[in-house]
């Protein structure tokens, strides 16, 4: 998943509390794949198993757990509800009796263990956590049998009507699993640490195709009924569906795009260079386990930039740029497909596990397909979202979250989804590759890679593993890094990686001259990337005259450009000064786009003047049924705060 920076949400008077209100058993799977070679026998590198508690489930995995899941789904548009039967087999300790699942707003109509009917309970709402579901089982019980329905209201689907996709033609319907939303339309057992294959069998219009995180159609068939088979176990936040009137366009021979029809050409131009991210990845850290890489583009309203469910990416069109110029976001999703997905943090105060080594492994990629020169001001772009969440949690009093380990007790577990830990995370393993060698470096995360492969693992096994397999192996390499600093204390240490960019100094050097009396006519900007764009944008003050605002528009055409993230980035200074001439811009992109990433450091702008708030208020009524709850109910606490 691709990260959302908090720098904005903590200005102006602590304008909220970010989701506060609303993904273990570290035992591996016995099962064997055959679509990898990856396999931890015969290792001989020390493993601990400490088996964190997951504070954010129900299940208790070291008595009964889940092993596979068969599913099958009525998706009803209507109704705005799924409906179905969920049979899982299990696996019951010795002097156990019951099993539990996490739920949340499902209805649970029946339940049978092996065939019989079984009286189950349901408990009381806890906050964050949803229901209990109880079940009774012996050791010997081998499957369970639940037959539910979604609310109309869950909070990982998002219905679309036909108006609010790309054709407007067709009715539009997916899923956003992570951190816990899983148990929204699946009962399961919502934790990370807990792993399970599946199959699927989807019925959806007749006119529409289902596709999921799994072997997916590549056609629309006449019966609108679908199967799907994930032979790899995967955690509960993996589990993906997606349902519209979609195309497919293959674009390697184990990479491809899903998309409405109106968007399929674009797409599988932007993402042309899927298979050559696919090699450089397999080239740095092994054999892709996943069999196919492909990428579905979703309607605007999706909350994040990519999300890495296995075998199927879900994109935003925000990144379809025209030009390939942000298609870093798939070598991260495509990244994923090691760190997080093959190798999974055991519960969420881990989770700089899965997004640090992400946007590192991300980084190598663009490195390996585009130059040096590119992944470095990548890099700097990470060092400045990183700089600007630590200031910005420190002076509102959370500087506790700027730790790579997290403390999520009692609260939702998308609060870390922040800057600290992808881009904190992402300098820390930085600083151990300039300090051992990258050659070392490569062969201990491919070793690691191998040996924790459909397994999970924690922080402080990680450690462990890092000080016997790497560290201990090179003289004064622990001392330099000074690893539990990184992970234990707060803010940036001071050891971090200094990244240098011509492109860089290049665009901070025409900021300074504009802000010198230069006219922006007469900045050299020729040729420049969208990052250098991103750099001058943040180097320019805060507050700017509408003349100023005017100027730069007029010469650099922010307002109408096709890159969101240069859009984004113009917009939060569109909000701050109150440039009216560019709220119809504004107001577009505000109500069309979904991504949590733009909307919320430019509705904080509006929010935090007493002119624009009732501006804010106005749009968000607008917005709101393009966006999902992940979106909806940050802005609603944003506005909230405000009262």
């Excluded at 010795?94 to 009286?119: C, F, P, W």
């Excluded at 802000?515 to 944008?537: C, H, M, R, V, Y």
Aim: glycine fraction near 4%; charged fraction near 25%; hydrophobic fraction near 35%.
């Amino acid at each position: 998943m691709q990260k959302f920076s908090l720098q904005t949400l903590f200005s102006s008077l602590v304008l909220f509390s970010l989701l506060t209100a609303c993904n273990s058993d570290n035992k591996t799977t016995d099962q064997t794949l055959e679509t990898t070679e990856l396999s931890a026998t015969d290792s001989t590198v020390q493993m601990t198993t400490s088996n964190p508690t997951d504070i954010h489930t129900f299940a208790v995995p070291k008595e009964a757990k889940v092993k596979h899941l068969d599913l099958k789904l009525n998706v009803d548009f209507e109704s705005k509800m799924l409906s179905g039967v969920a049979t899982y087999d299990i696996e019951v300790q010795n002097n156990v009796d019951k099993i539990y699942l996490d739920t949340r707003s499902l209805t649970i109509e029946n339940v049978e263990v092996d065939g019989q009917k079984a009286n189950f309970e349901l408990e009381n709402e806890v906050e964050h956590l949803g229901q209990k579901l109880s079940i009774p089982v012996t050791p010997q019980s081998e499957k369970i049998t639940i037959t539910y329905k979604t609310s109309s209201e869950a909070e990982a689907l998002q219905w679309l009507s036909k108006e609010q996709t790309a054709g407007k033609k067709s009715p539009f319907l997916f899923t956003q699993s992570q951190a816990i939303l899983a148990r929204t339309w699946v009962p399961t057992q919502d934790s990370p640490g807990i792993r399970f294959t599946y199959t699927a069998e989807v019925t959806v219009p007749k006119d529409l195709m289902a596709v999921m995180s799994a072997e997916n159609p590549q056609q629309k068939n006449d019966s609108g009924v679908y199967n799907f088979k994930m032979e790899q176990p995967i955690p509960a936040y993996l589990l993906a569906l997606s349902v519209g009137d979609l195309r497919f366009q293959p674009i390697g021979e184990r990479t491809g795009v899903y998309a409405e029809p109106s968007v399929i050409s674009k797409a599988a131009y932007e993402f042309e260079e899927m298979d050559k991210m696919l090699v450089a990845a397999e080239k740095l850290y092994g054999k892709y386990a996943w069999g196919r890489y492909d990428l579905i583009v979703l309607p605007p309203s999706f909350p994040f930039g990519g999300m890495e469910n296995p075998r199927l990416t879900f994109a935003t069109p925000t990144i379809l740029a025209g030009d390939r110029s942000l298609t870093s976001l798939v070598a991260h999703e495509l990244a994923h497909s090691w760190s997080g997905n093959l190798v999974t943090n055991a519960t969420w105060n881990d989770f700089w596990l899965n997004e640090g080594f992400t946007v590192y492994f991300e980084n190598r990629i663009m490195e390996e397909v585009y130059g040096k020169d590119y992944a470095e001001m990548l890099a700097l772009i990470s060092y400045q979202d990183l700089k600007s969440e630590v200031d910005a949690m420190t002076t509102n009093n959370n500087a506790e979250d700027t730790k790579l380990k997290l403390d999520l007790k009692d609260r939702n577990p998308d609060d870390g989804v922040t800057s600290i830990a992808y881009d904190k995370g992402f300098y820390f393993l930085k600083l151990i590759e300039n300090t051992v060698g990258r050659e070392k470096f490569d062969t201990f995360l491919n070793q690691y890679f191998t040996e924790f492969a459909f397994k999970t693992t924690n922080t402080e096994d990680f450690l462990n593993y890092l000080e016997t397999n790497l560290l201990s192996k090179v003289e004064g390499a622990n001392e330099k890094i000074n690893p539990k600093e990184w992970i234990y204390e707060t803010g940036i240490p001071s050891n971090i990686p200094k990244i240098e960019s011509e492109r860089y100094d290049k665009a901070i050097a025409a900021a300074q001259a504009w802000k010198d009396g230069t006219p922006a006519a007469q900045l050299e900007t020729t040729d420049w990337t969208f990052q250098q764009w991103l750099f001058f944008l943040r180097a320019l003050p805060n507050d700017l005259t509408s003349q100023q605002m005017q100027e730069l528009d007029k010469q650099f055409k922010f307002s109408d450009t096709g890159n969101n993230e240069v859009l984004g980035e113009w917009l939060i200074k569109v909000a701050h000064n109150q440039y009216e001439k560019s709220y119809p811009q504004m107001r577009t992109f505000l109500v069309n786009v979904g991504r949590r990433k733009f909307l919320s450091p430019i509705y904080t702008e509006l929010i935090a003047n007493d002119k624009t708030y009732p501006l804010a208020k106005e749009i968000f009524e607008e917005a709101k049924p393009n966006y999902h709850f992940v979106s909806s109910s940050s802005i609603e606490k944003m506005l909230a705060s405000k009262k």
